[in-house]
């Protein structure tokens, strides 16, 4: 449903209202805040947007970067969730949305956008890379080697017994107790859901067969916990179990080494950042729709699979230039070296490469 133009005022005050508020500042212009120390920028106002709650603790880290060149420019991110935020954005009561998966090619194709102007495009890109852990709790196992199909059968409630031989066998010299395996899994609908079953699928079709989906399937059984803190205190609370968090959120839990190829490869910012780069842009996207198709089967060295990519999304051009000029400068300094080291720091997430930072700035600088 639309929201008509009080209702759009009524939201994007109550946005406001929210978390993440911040006077923000950022005088260096487009790709060039990172080096700016100044706070006499000539932009002022309101920049409004919402999404992906994956990237709170990063968009708080950006705020306050912001804010520091940028003194009478206010922004307001309220963490709803993937879904709610794209449809914030479609509707016209964002200037910008956040979002664990880019809009598919159908749901740009029927449009409309309401914050952009008439028969123009969106801009959208990577922004945030997290790599999703394993996380595990059984007493006296720091670590295990495991491939697609055995996490795909534990999950499908396949596999049921720690010392199963499927996972014994890859995990040579490990004690393995006689101890039911829980799984644990999200019970809200959540992109970190999506982006591990969208690895299970394409990595073991065989062993997962109900696709890249955000809600989980109730015939598995498990565990549910609501969001990634349930899911993580679920894990940490229980005897045998095993669950898939936020990377950052695994502290001392036991952790899971993937297969990819004929190697086990753990999780890090750095193997999370490589798989995006090794995998290639969704065909059929305009030049400014920087979707990418992840590579979840890559047998490419240092490669992690398991990875939440989350975009940012935005007008090619706005109905309000007010609002153009404001999402230019403020996804300008997300994509920098400096926005993405703070958002490392803050959250854990995976800086972007310079590769992707190369074409990501022609997507933002086409934004008027």
């Given at each position: 449903?639309?929201?008509?133009?009080?209702?759009?005022?009524?939201?994007?005050?109550?946005?406001?209202?929210?978390?993440?508020?911040?006077?923000?500042?950022?005088?260096?212009?487009?790709?060039?805040?990172?080096?700016?120390?100044?706070?006499?920028?000539?932009?002022?106002?309101?920049?409004?947007?919402?999404?992906?709650?994956?990237?709170?603790?990063?968009?708080?880290?950006?705020?306050?970067?912001?804010?520091?060149?940028?003194?009478?420019?206010?922004?307001?991110?309220?963490?709803?969730?993937s879904g709610a935020g794209r449809e914030t954005f479609q509707?016209?009561?964002?200037?910008?949305?956040?979002?664990?998966?880019?809009?598919?090619?159908?749901?740009?194709?029927?449009?409309?956008?309401?914050?952009?102007?008439?028969?123009?495009?969106?801009?959208?890109?990577?922004?945030?890379?997290?790599?999703?852990?394993?996380?595990?709790?059984?007493?006296?196992?720091?670590?295990?080697?495991?491939?697609?199909?055995?996490?795909?059968?534990?999950?499908?409630?396949?596999?049921?017994?720690?010392?199963?031989?499927?996972?014994?066998?890859?995990?040579?010299?490990?004690?393995?107790?006689?101890?039911?395996?829980?799984?644990?899994?999200?019970?809200?609908?959540?992109?970190?859901?999506?982006?591990?079953?969208?690895?299970?699928?394409?990595?073991?079709?065989?062993?997962?067969?109900?696709?890249?989906?955000?809600?989980?399937?109730?015939?598995?059984?498990?565990?549910?916990?609501?969001?990634?803190?349930?899911?993580?205190?679920?894990?940490?609370?229980?005897?045998?179990?095993?669950?898939?968090?936020?990377?950052?959120?695994?502290?001392?839990?036991?952790?899971?080494?993937?297969?990819?190829?004929?190697?086990?490869?753990?999780?890090?910012?750095?193997?999370?950042?490589?798989?995006?780069?090794?995998?290639p842009l969704e065909e059929g996207r305009t030049d400014h729709?920087?979707?990418?198709?992840?590579?979840?089967?890559?047998?490419?060295?240092?490669?992690?699979?398991?990875?939440?990519?989350?975009?940012?999304?935005?007008?090619?051009?706005?109905?309000?230039?007010?609002?153009?000029?404001?999402?230019?400068?403020?996804?300008?300094?997300?994509?920098?070296?400096?926005?993405?080291?703070?958002?490392?720091?803050?959250?854990?997430?995976?800086?972007?490469?310079?590769?992707?930072?190369?074409?990501?700035?022609?997507?933002?600088a086409a934004i008027s």
């Amino acid at each position: 449903m639309k929201l008509s133009a009080l209702t759009k005022v009524a939201a994007i005050g109550g946005l406001a209202a929210l978390t993440l508020t911040s006077c923000a500042a950022n005088e260096s212009g487009t790709g060039n805040t990172a080096d700016s120390g100044s706070t006499n920028s000539s932009l002022s106002g309101e920049l409004v947007g919402a999404g992906a709650s994956s990237q709170g603790s990063a968009q708080e880290a950006w705020v306050a970067g912001f804010q520091t060149t940028h003194a009478d420019v206010t922004v307001n991110y309220d963490p709803t969730g993937s879904g709610a935020g794209r449809e914030t954005f479609q509707q016209g009561a964002s200037a910008f949305a956040g979002s664990d998966r880019a809009f598919k090619a159908e749901e740009v194709s029927a449009g409309p956008f309401e914050a952009c102007a008439p028969d123009t495009g969106i801009v959208e890109f990577p922004a945030y890379i997290s790599p999703i852990a394993l996380i595990f709790n059984v007493e006296g196992v720091d670590s295990l080697k495991l491939d697609a199909p055995v996490v795909a059968q534990i999950f499908a409630g396949k596999i049921t017994k720690w010392n199963d031989p499927a996972i014994a066998a890859q995990n040579e010299g490990v004690t393995l107790p006689d101890l039911n395996i829980t799984a644990v899994h999200r019970s809200d609908e959540s992109g970190t859901t999506g982006n591990f079953t969208d690895y299970l699928s394409a990595a073991a079709p065989s062993d997962w067969t109900v696709g890249s989906i955000e809600s989980w399937p109730t015939e598995f059984g498990g565990e549910g916990a609501q969001g990634t803190s349930g899911v993580v205190e679920a894990v940490s609370n229980g005897v045998g179990t095993i669950g898939y968090a936020d990377a950052s959120r695994a502290g001392d839990l036991g952790t899971v080494e993937i297969k990819v190829g004929d190697a086990y490869v753990a999780y890090s910012p750095e193997a999370a950042a490589a798989i995006v780069d090794e995998s290639p842009l969704e065909e059929g996207r305009t030049d400014h729709d920087l979707a990418i198709k992840l590579d979840r089967t890559s047998s490419e060295a240092g490669v992690y699979p398991i990875v939440l990519v989350s975009y940012l999304v935005g007008c090619e051009q706005y109905a309000d230039a007010a609002n153009a000029e404001l999402v230019k400068e403020y996804f300008s300094y997300i994509v920098s070296e400096e926005g993405q080291k703070i958002a490392a720091d803050a959250a854990g997430s995976a800086p972007i490469s310079a590769d992707l930072r190369a074409k990501i700035e022609p997507a933002i600088a086409a934004i008027s």
